[in-house]
């Protein structure tokens, strides 16, 4: 079994190309199914099982999505054995820039947005400096001047990536993605995040609402760069 | 240069019908253009030869350099990228100044980071509001951006094949901006609907429901019919730059 995720801001055009890469997979006789991570409310499935492939969705709700979708790896890959898959495709929720939810033998691919500006790679952080694959969308908005230094930007922040200029209205460049998942060793053996989370659990996670500083316990950082614990 | 050879072979249009052309070859030094009604399927064919399509994009066309199927580098990395695209995209979207942004570009090029200065030099020739490289980009009117994407191809990408989407509606010196973009012996296409640029090209191919319909070479009696459109052009010029001045037109 392979496993691909694929994070990426709301709005960068992950299911549409990821729709794009599920239909040359299936031509070329890869069976893919898909588990579509969200937090409160997604319709993407219904979008997915036009395809007439498996699709589950997972709502984290209370919990961080990320973390939701790292805790239910194994449920994921179970339920894709299942459905005699051989790729699992994992479109995360794609909200934090801090995590990045990529385990180590899986192929990690972030979707970005060519018309949020070439200072968005170097703002991105893990999600897209431990990504194997970046894919570039809506780059028919601006010209070749602007994608071609949103491309350097990206080389700045991640050299080794490969980068994929897509379109997820025409469908371009979603058969190279499709090629490199076809390549893509099959996961094996325990996985481990690429990335470390942000430091432990804060006030916040445990249902702290009030803002001021005397409330919050835990490791802090100051707006001045100065970190600290308080607490127990 | 060294001289090249673009082939464009057909694929099919929005229903599926085979092109009825199947092959156009285009040598280093041609200015060949592209016409046909909005919906016929010019931008499609413009990205077919940007993307270098092997029959992967939905034309179905396959794009050959020198009569073979380009290397996969030569598609996706901008230091070795054959071809320079001006996009009917008449802003930018990058929140940096004119300066930064030409000094990025020129880096991902492998070029040096100084060339930013002739870029904006050139492009002063080509539009009547003069840009400051210190400005943000965002800023620029859709005339200076257009003049200063021109520019940036001429200096900054310097491909052999130059592909033009609709610049007669810039409002730049559209003539000037032609040249600039040939050069010396480069390939370029320019789809256009403007008598001007149309017969400055040596043959245009027809556009027409997605497909290539013919390809009409341009005749003595129509280049005869650009010398003249070329006076008056001239003379429109003249005209607005007089207007733009402040001063009182002469008959």
């Not at chain 2, 991902?108 to 100084?114: A, F, H, L, T």
């Amino acid at each position: 079994m392979k496993m691909v995720v694929t994070a990426g801001t709301p709005g960068s055009g992950k299911t549409s190309v990821l729709m794009h890469v599920i239909r040359d997979l299936k031509r070329v006789g890869v069976k893919p199914a898909l588990v579509k991570i969200d937090c409160l409310w997604t319709e993407d499935d219904t979008r997915f099982k036009r395809l007439d492939v498996p699709v589950a969705v997972g709502l984290s709700r209370d919990m961080c999505p990320d973390h939701y979708a790292i805790y239910n790896v194994e449920e994921m890959l179970d339920w894709a054995a299942e459905q005699n898959a051989d790729v699992l495709l994992n479109e995360t929720a794609g909200l934090c820039l801090r995590c990045a939810p990529y385990p180590d033998s899986c192929l990690a691919v972030c979707v970005i947005d060519v018309t949020t500006g070439p200072n968005t790679p170097l703002k991105v952080g893990p999600l897209l400096t431990t990504a194997d694959a970046v894919v570039t969308t809506k780059g028919d908005l601006v010209s070749q001047a602007e994608r071609e230094v949103f491309r350097e930007r990206i080389l700045e922040a991640n050299p080794r990536c490969r980068i994929i200029e897509a379109n997820g209205l025409s469908g371009k460049g979603s058969a190279e993605l499709a090629d490199l998942i076809r390549g893509w060793s099959d996961i094996s053996g325990e996985m481990v995040l690429r990335h470390n989370p942000p430091l432990g659990v804060c006030t916040l996670c445990t249902g702290e609402l009030r803002v001021a500083k005397d409330h919050h316990r835990g490791v802090l950082r100051h707006i001045d760069g100065f970190m600290e614990y308080t607490g127990e | 240069m060294k001289t090249l050879t673009l082939t464009i072979k057909g694929g099919s249009d929005k229903d599926g019908r085979a092109d009825a052309v199947n092959e156009v070859e285009i040598v280093s030094g041609e200015i060949i253009g592209i016409v046909g009604p909005t919906g016929s399927g010019k931008s499609t064919l413009i990205a077919d030869i940007e993307q270098f399509a092997q029959g992967d994009t939905p034309s179905g066309r396959s794009i050959l350099i020198d009569g073979e199927e380009p290397e996969p580098t030569l598609r996706t990395d901008p230091r070795k990228k054959l071809v320079a695209q001006l996009s009917q995209n008449m802003h930018f979207l990058a929140d940096m100044s004119v300066e930064d942004f030409l000094r990025m570009h020129a880096k991902s090029r492998g070029k040096n980071g100084d060339t930013a200065n002739k870029v904006v030099e050139l492009a002063n020739t080509l539009t009547g509001e003069p840009i400051n490289p210190g400005h943000p980009l965002t800023i620029l009117s859709g005339g200076q951006s257009r003049a200063l994407m021109t520019a940036d191809i001429a200096v900054i990408s310097d491909s052999p094949i130059v592909l033009i989407d609709e610049i007669e509606n810039a409002g730049i010196k559209k003539k000037e901006a032609l040249h600039l973009l040939a050069g010396e012996g480069k390939i370029v296409v320019v789809v256009t609907h403007d008598p001007m640029l149309a017969l400055m090209a040596s043959r245009r191919i027809v556009m027409k429901n997605g497909g290539m319909t013919k390809v009409i070479s341009t005749t003595d009696q129509e280049h005869r019919v650009f010398l003249d459109i070329e006076k008056v052009d001239g003379w429109l010029t003249t005209l607005r730059e007089t207007i733009r001045r402040g001063e009182v037109v002469v008959a």
